[in-house]
């Protein structure tokens, strides 16, 4: 179940936990930054960054470095939605040809259309997760400024059926699951009938904090975010030291080896994968030193210090 695999990466095993890790076991690379919603937990709505496709030929070439380097899990997007990447079904199935034996996909759902999600499966796609952060039509038109509730949940009733088709055609079984943000207990409790709906065409349902993503959202409408990117519901780790520092890529659109899953202003870059290698990013200068203040607990004047400056 995704619950455990999401558990390994937050846990930082003893062999991680050092200024010079292994390669990481997952990576995530952004096909896009772009994204069709704005959410107000979210920061890409913010514009802090371009937004543009990666370049092909550099996918392809991190995508068979990293593979190389040792990487087993590979997730086809990173902070935009990669549903806007046209050729994502192809660049699955370039991932599955070069032998990741798990490859992941998270999508808030708006255009995972029937016909896309089946190519995306047939191509070898191992996971996919909706982002499920809303209990009706008018909370979802005022989080993310688009209407899109009811076509989030044909969706997800449909790639039921498109993975059942294809496992009955292929033999190949997609997970697919859903999340939700509890970003307070009265959410919790309005959301109850959404997730109940959608439940049944998912193979696990899990609850996330809400995240202040490096500070950037920390307070959005109120609200109260937890310190860190402190895991999942049920499975809650200490901020520091972070999971992010030590046991999983962040690949950017432009070719980055972010240290951070919420960097959407450049301030984690750890080095130019244009000019450099993945695994040379990996145990950049750079990377050494945020990683040597999490183990010591104090991130004070470092990249990490606005993320864990509010609990």
Same mark, same amino acid.
Do not use: K
């Given at each position: 179940m995704i619950v455990n695999r999401i @558990?390994?990466?937050? *846990?930082?095993? #003893?062999?991680? !936990?050092?200024?010079l890790p292994p390669c990481p076991k997952s990576v995530k690379i952004e096909l896009t930054a772009r994204c069709d919603f704005k959410c107000f937990f979210c920061a890409t709505g913010n514009k802090l960054r371009e937004t543009a496709d990666m370049d092909e030929d550099l996918l392809y070439r991190l995508i068979a470095e990293m593979r190389e380097a040792g990487v087993e899990e590979l997730g086809m997007f990173y902070l935009g939605e990669s549903f806007l990447f046209k050729r994502l079904p192809e660049a699955i199935a370039h991932a599955r040809d070069l032998g990741y034996p798990y490859i992941f996909l998270t999508t808030n759902g708006r255009l995972a259309r029937p016909e896309r999600v089946r190519a995306c499966m047939e191509a070898g796609l191992d996971s996919l997760k909706f982002s499920f952060n809303w209990a009706d039509t008018d909370q979802c038109r005022e989080i993310t400024q688009v209407d899109a509730f009811d076509t989030v949940v044909a969706n997800i009733k449909a790639a039921r059926e498109m993975r059942d088709e294809v496992e009955a055609a292929t033999g190949h079984r997609c997970g =697919?699951?859903?999340?939700?943000? !509890?970003? #307070? #207990?009265?959410?919790?409790? !309005?959301?109850?009938? *959404?997730?109940?709906?959608?439940?049944?065409?998912? @193979?696990?349902?899990?609850?996330?904090?809400?995240? %202040?993503?490096?500070?950037?959202? *920390?307070?959005?409408?109120?609200?109260?975010? &937890?310190?860190?990117?402190?895991?999942?519901? %049920?499975?809650?780790?200490?901020? =520091?030291?972070?999971?992010?520092? /030590?046991?999983? %890529?962040? &690949?950017? /659109?432009?070719?980055? =080896?972010?240290?951070?899953? /919420? #960097?959407? @202003?450049? !301030?984690f870059k750890m080095g130019d994968l244009t000019q450099m290698s993945f695994m040379d990013a990996w145990h950049s200068q750079s990377f050494q030193d945020l990683r040597e203040a999490n183990l010591a607990k104090d991130v004070t004047g470092t990249p990490c210090e606005a993320c864990i400056a509010y609990s």
């Open positions: @558990d390994n990466i937050t *846990a930082i095993p #003893d062999t991680y !936990r050092d200024v =697919l699951y859903a999340s939700s943000i !509890r970003y #307070d #207990d009265a959410q919790h409790e !309005r959301m109850v009938a *959404a997730v109940e709906t959608i439940e049944p065409h998912v @193979d696990q349902h899990y609850w996330l904090p809400l995240y %202040g993503q490096a500070g950037l959202t *920390a307070g959005a409408r109120g609200t109260h975010p &937890v310190a860190g990117n402190i895991g999942r519901i %049920g499975a809650l780790r200490e901020p =520091l030291p972070c999971w992010a520092v /030590f046991t999983e %890529g962040h &690949v950017t /659109f432009d070719g980055h =080896l972010s240290a951070c899953c /919420f #960097d959407h @202003d450049g !301030r």
